[in-house]
């Protein structure tokens, strides 16, 4: 389809003019055509944008989508205790029936909140991939490995075999929406054999590596005890700095662990809702901003959310780090929507997205700005980060097909998934009759 969004206040994200207001935004073959002031000429089919504001899609640079089934499960623990006594025995009552379901849930809030991009760490990775394409989403897929024991062989560990037969089937499906990338969980859940085949694999194959860094201050310090080192240098020692990495929460990372960090170019994905309700900490964001390192933002699973609403992280990651500071100039409302566009884009080596601009990819999200909440607008931004909330989204469109309008899903069935969840993955999964 070919459209013409007219008279819409348009969120470019480019510094010399992040905001067009009364602007027209043409989209065809999936791209944007052109973008300005003065209506084009060409047959598309009109979009009436008065009162709506046009954004770049958002992207969620950390999160384990089908996790959806434990949304509100096991509240109150920390992250060990959650993690070892109630997540993992209940994930290993998935399969892939469960899965699809999950996974069509959080693609379904995702697309409401105008996300057009994710970045997944998980298991049950060609369900997922299926069902992500079907609903018309970007993503980055990457298969978590962990390994507790000494012996591992990448060609024959089940996940690093999974990881491979991942690769060959999914990495640039359908033009580029689908990407892989190699995975490893996290520091405590495998061991050095894992961390230097990991990084030889993603070297080999032009692959970034998607992975939990530093996540809580126990993590941190019972690894500088075992190897008299913290996660980052450990991983770095075995090259994993290597090719490009995006560290999820760095909530206690060292000055030396930043600015490794910084030479290597790896992006911090900052987690601030889930590290929150977890007790984890906040990340040193200040401190990665001063160094240049590439900030983009994420979820993490609904689990430990409780939602997939990139607004609501948007907003906290401007706040608290002006708290921490007292410095009210500490991120501004530009910088935080940049951590969920273009660094997101970044992130996922994407140079075709996070922006509105003529030849990108058009990935759009829609607001209505005439809502009691949002009124009046002196700032756009500003209303954007401190006042807008996932559900003004009315339109998301991914490269340029419209995947949700107005409160209906058009690329997947809400109403089966949600019936699945009920009848068959809370009983399955988490013993709920």
């Known amino acids: 389809m070919e459209y013409l969004f007219e008279n819409i206040t348009a969120v470019t994200m480019d510094r010399d003019e992040p905001v067009i207001k009364g602007a027209y935004i043409h989209v065809k073959d999936g791209k944007i055509a052109y973008l300005g002031t003065v209506r084009p000429e060409c047959e598309a ?19 384990h989508v ?18 070892n006594q109630y997540i993992f025995p209940a994930e290993d009552r998935l399969d892939d029936r ?47 490995l962990t390994c507790f024991s000494d012996e591992f062989d990448f060609r024959t560990y089940p996940s690093a075999v999974e990881t491979s037969e991942l690769l060959g089937r999914w990495n640039g499906a359908d033009g580029g929406r689908i990407l892989v990338d190699a995975c490893i969980h996290g520091e405590y859940t495998s061991n050095e054999k894992v961390w230097r085949s990991v990084a030889e694999f993603a070297a080999e194959n032009s692959l970034g590596i998607h992975l939990h860094l530093s996540e809580t201050k126990s993590e941190h310090e019972q690894c500088i005890q075992k190897y008299g080192r913290t996660p980052a240098r450990v991983f770095a020692d075995c090259g994993v700095f290597d090719v490009p990495v995006n560290a999820a929460h760095c909530v206690w990372v060292s000055g030396d662990d930043i600015r490794l960090m910084a030479e290597s170019g790896a992006t911090a994905v900052h987690n601030p809702v889930s590290n929150m309700k977890l007790a984890s900490g906040i990340a040193p964001v200040p401190e990665l901003k001063r160094a240049g390192i590439n900030i983009a933002l994420g979820t993490d699973g609904v689990s430990s959310n409780n939602s997939h609403d990139m607004f609501e992280e948007i907003k906290l990651a401007a706040l608290i780090h002006k708290a921490t ?23 996922q080596r994407r140079e075709d997205s996070g922006r509105l601009r003529e030849g990108f990819d058009a990935d759009i999200a829609v607001l209505d700005f005439d809502r009691p909440h949002l009124t009046p607008c002196h700032d756009v931004m500003s209303n954007l980060v401190f006042s807008a909330r996932g559900s003004d989204v009315v339109m998301n469109m991914v490269r340029g097909e419209i995947i949700y309008k107005d409160g209906e899903f058009l690329t997947l069935d809400i109403e089966r998934a949600k019936y699945e969840m009920e009848r068959y993955v809370l009983p399955t999964v988490c013993g709920v009759k």
């Open 98 to 144: 469960a899965v699809a379901a999950c996974t069509d849930i959080g693609l379904a809030e995702m697309m409401a909140s105008g996300i057009s991009s994710f970045s997944d760490m998980y298991m049950f990775c060609d369900t997922i991939a299926e069902h992500t394409e079907a609903a018309g989403l970007k993503m980055n897929i990457a298969r978590g």
């Open 325 to 347: 500071t007292f410095d009210p100039k500490m991120i501004t409302a530009f910088e935080a929507i940049e951590m969920a566009t273009v660094n997101g884009a970044r992130a």
């Open 66 to 83: 089908p996790m959806t089934a434990f949304r509100g499960y096991a509240d109150g623990y920390d992250l060990q205790t959650w993690l």
């Open 45 to 63: 089919e009109r979009i009436d944008g008065r009162h709506k504001v046009a954004i770049p899609g958002l992207i969620n640079c950390h999160t």
